[in-house]
């Protein structure tokens, strides 16, 4: 994410010719967030409906390995192309798959957590945004020694790590025991029940 965040503008203008009054005009840098505008929610209801047709922590696991698989994939695609549109539209999906699984994250973190999921989402975000850190002062060390391409290509592997730690992890049996939350809610009618399990 930080990646497309913070270098995504300097990519288009330096090394696919786009015109610094096209992308002030707002079109063609809005469109990876319009993308991921669409894809967050979508994301989420897929989540929804995979999680009620199995354990509640496959639908998480499958959505994120998924989304970053996908995205993984097309941001190396895009500093592949030679074409500026496949460019700009394989970024455009890239960021829209990484949006398709960013809230899968925050779900996991209360499945797995229960009543440390607070404690669990600080630590995440913490993490996640020291990585942020590091690629930020990474990206601008690998285009110099190396160019955009094994720039790219390092957020792209990232990618596709995070899916495939997903599918490990998920294989412990302690993710695959997903107990039922502390409470639930029952709507019957007019009537609410709160039951604890």
């Avoid at 229960?114 to 060390?141: F, K, Q, R």
């Avoid at 302690?174 to 639930?184: F, K």
Wanted: hydrophobic share 50%.
């Amino acid at each position: 994410m930080f990646i497309f965040v913070f270098w995504l503008y300097n990519y288009l203008v330096d090394v696919r010719g786009f015109s610094i009054s096209i992308l002030k005009g707002g079109l063609i840098h809005s469109l990876p967030c319009l993308t991921a505008v669409a894809f967050a929610p979508l994301g989420g209801r897929v989540r929804d409906l995979l999680s009620t047709r199995s354990t509640r922590l496959s639908g998480v696991r499958w959505v994120i390995m998924f989304g970053y698989r996908v995205s993984g994939i097309l941001l190396f695609a895009a500093a592949q192309s030679s074409s500026r549109m496949i460019t700009a539209l394989a970024l455009c999906v890239s960021v829209g798959s990484l949006y398709f699984a960013k809230s899968a994250f925050w779900t996991a973190a209360v499945y797995i957590a229960g009543e440390h999921a607070g404690t669990v989402s600080d630590v995440m975000n913490t993490a996640g945004v020291l990585g942020g850190i590091a690629s930020t002062l990474l990206v601008p060390i690998l285009v110099q020694h190396f160019g955009w391409l094994t720039a790219l290509s390092s957020g792209a592997v990232m990618a596709v790590l995070c899916a495939v730690l997903w599918w490990i992890l998920g294989s412990d049996a302690t993710v695959q025991s997903n107990p039922e939350p502390a409470s639930s809610i029952r709507h019957d009618g007019a009537h609410m029940e709160i039951r604890r399990g």
